[in-house]
């Protein structure tokens, strides 16, 4: 069984910036990537960046290009989004997610692609 635990989450004014962190605990597949959504209210849930755990390989939204980084520390099976340049767009639910699956192309926006979630970590940009 694999658990995802998210923080980090907060209130900031646009243009700040915020860290998210996303604990792995239980298997973790050396094959297999990280990957990080968001869920604005009244929307549905999309894909915000991903990395690949064995060679860090990183897939990003094009909303958030340039602006976030998403980085991984395998000792502590933990990934991290670092966030700036804040948008009040940036709004949401974050989830972390884990896949076994080898991750490319547009595979990284498929949810079901996924098998782990978080519980979600509340972003909220203010203008």
């Known amino acids: 069984q694999v658990q995802l635990v998210e923080s980090g989450g907060g209130l900031v004014q646009a243009g700040g910036s915020l860290r998210l962190s996303c604990a792995a605990s239980g298997r973790t597949f050396s094959s297999g990537a990280m990957g990080w959504f968001r869920q604005a209210p009244g929307k549905e849930r999309e894909f915000v960046a991903g990395i690949r755990w064995s060679n860090g390989i990183t897939n990003y939204a094009d909303s958030v290009k340039g602006r976030f980084t998403i980085s991984r520390e395998n000792a502590k099976n933990t990934v991290y989004l670092q966030m700036n340049g804040l948008l009040p767009e940036d709004t949401g639910v974050y989830y972390c997610?884990?896949?076994?699956?080898?991750?490319?192309?547009?595979?990284?926006?498929?949810?079901?692609?996924?098998?782990?979630w978080g519980q979600g970590t509340q972003v909220t940009v203010s203008s």
């Open positions: 997610a884990q896949t076994s699956t080898w991750m490319y192309g547009s595979r990284w926006y498929v949810q079901r692609e996924y098998d782990y």
